[in-house]
C-alpha cells in the first residue's frame, strides 16, 4: 500500500510537471496518418522548431483519418480524399473535417539519358515490372537487358506506383530494390539499362523522365511541376492534410505555413510537386 | 598514470596524498564487485536482446506456418502476405562466403609483412593505415561501393547492373580486412621469439619459418581473427544495403542482385505498421540472423578447442 503511494504521488509529481512545462514551453501540434505525406509533416516539423513542436507520426492515411475522427490528433494526412463514411461517422462524432491539399504526388517514370525510348504506356510498365518484358529491344529500344529498379514494398512511393499503375500486384522480386527516392535516381543515372519511378523533387540532369499516357492513344505527357498542377501528368495524385473544423492556434499556423511559398518549397524538397507554381 | 602520486607518498605524506591512499585501499576494496556488475551489464545486455528479438518475432506465427518461413518467396505486402526467408539467408551465407575468400589470405598476408617482414617505420604506418580503414564508417563504404565498385564490376563483366553480390562482397572483404589483419598480427606477434630463432639456427629461411613456424603456431588466433571477419561481414547492413541491389530471389550467383538478411530489414523495417505481421516477420529475419551468429560463433569455439586438444 505505501509503495503504491509513492509512485501514485510521483506519478502525480511527473504530470504536474508536464502541465507546467507545456503551460510555458512552445505550442504542441500532433500529425497522424499517411506515409507518403510523412516526409512532408517531418520538414514542417523541423522548420517550425521550436517555436511550435509538430510531433509525426505514421500508419497510413486511414489511421490517420480514424484519428482525426476520434479525435486524437491534430492534423490527420493522407494521400486519398475522405470517404462518406468516415465523413459521416465524423459528423456523428462532432467533428468536421476540412480537408487541405498541400501537395501533389508525381512519379516521374526515368531511364539513362542514353536511353533512346521516347515514350512508355501503363501498359508496358506493367510488362516491365511483373517481369514480362527483360530486354528494350521489345519495347523499340536497343538490344540491353531491362534492369527494373523499385522502391522497397513497405513505402509510400511503392503504394502509390503499385495501386496507380501496377493494378495492386507486386514487382518482380529480380528487381533491385532501394530504399529512398534518391538511391533509385542513383542508381538509375548509373545503369545503362535502368528504369524506374522517382518522386518529382529528384528530376535531376542526369535522369531522362520519359512521357507516360495511361494508354496507347495518349494524350503522353512529361512529368513536371507545371503538369503534375495542372493534372494532365497522370501518375499523380493530390496530397491532404485533414483538421477538425476551421483550425485556430497554432494548428492553423502549422497549415499556413504548409501552403506558404516557404512551405511548398519544403514539399518539393521531400520530393512531391507544390500545389502552385513558386516564385524563384 | 600516477606515476608522480607515487613518488610523493615515499617523501612526505601530506593530507592530499594520504587521503590519495585511502581512496585506492577504498577502490581495492571494491574492485572486483565493479567489475562483476560491469561484466554482467553486456550479459545482461546480451539476454535483454535475445528475449526481446524473439518475443517480438514469435506473432508471426499467428500468421504463417514455421515451415513457410523457409519458403523461396518475400512477399511481405502482398495477400496474403509470404515470408519466405530462404532468399536473404542464402545471400547472406552467399556474400559472407565471398567476402571470407577475399579478406582471408589479404588479411593474414598483410599480417605476416606486418609482423614479419616489414621495418619498424613501415610497420608503424600500416598498422596506422589499417586502423584508418577500420574507422571509415559503413555509410562511406557504401557510398564507394555505389559510385566506383559497383560500375567497375559492371563494366568488367559485362552486366546489366553492378548492384549485385560480388560488389557487396568486394566491399564487404575491404570491410573485414582491418579486423582480420589486426587481429592476425596480433596472433603472428604473440608467437615466442624464440620459435622463429630456434627455426632460424636449424637453417631455414624466413619465410619458411614464418610460413612453417609462425603460421601454425598462431594458428588459434588466427582462427579467431577469421572468425571475427566474418562477424563483421555477416552483420554489416548499411554498405550491403546500398550495393547488393536487394533483390530476394534465390541464387548461387554472385553476379545477380541479392538481399542479406540485415539488408531485408534496414530496407523495410521503417514503413513496416508496427505491430503487423510484416512487422514481426522482420523481427525473425532478425532472430535468424542471431542465431547464425550464435551458431558460427559455436562451431568456432568448438573447433578451435578441437585443434588445441590435438596440437597439445
Redesign the interface.
Known sequence: MKRLHIWSSLLLGLALLGVAFSATASDEVTYKGS?TVLPIAGLLSEALAPNIVLSVQ???SGTGIAAIIDGTTDIAGSSRYMKLEEFQKAVANGVMPYVWEVAIDALAIVVHPSNPIEQIIYEDLRRIYFGGVTNWSVLGGPA????VVSR?????TYGTFKEVVLEN??VT???????SNG?VA??VA??P??IGYVGLGYLQPSLKAIPLAKTAEGPFVAASVETALSLEYPLSRPLFMITNGYPQGAVARVIRFALSDEGQRLVLEAGYAPIRALSE | MNGNGETDVTRAPSLASRRRLAVRRFAQKVDRPIFFALGLVSLVALGVIFVFVVREAIPVFRYVSPFSLLGPAWHPTSEPPLFGALPMIAATGLVTLGALVLAIPLGFASAGFVAEIAPPALRDLAKSLLELLAAIPSVVYGLFGLTVVAPFVQRTFNLPTGQNGLSASLILALMALPTVASLAEDALTAVPKAHREASLALGASRWQTTWRVVFPSAFSGLFGAAVLGMGRAVGETMAVLMVAGNSPVLTWSFLRPVRTLTAGIALEMAEAPSGSAHYHALFMLGAILLLLALATNGLAEWFRGRVARQGE
Open positions: 506515409t505514421g500508419g497510413g540491353m537487358p531491362i534492369v522497397d514494398t513497405s513505402s509510400g500486384q507486386e522480386d529480380g528487381a533491385l530494390f532501394q530504399s538511391a542513383t542508381t548509373s545503369t539499362g535502368a
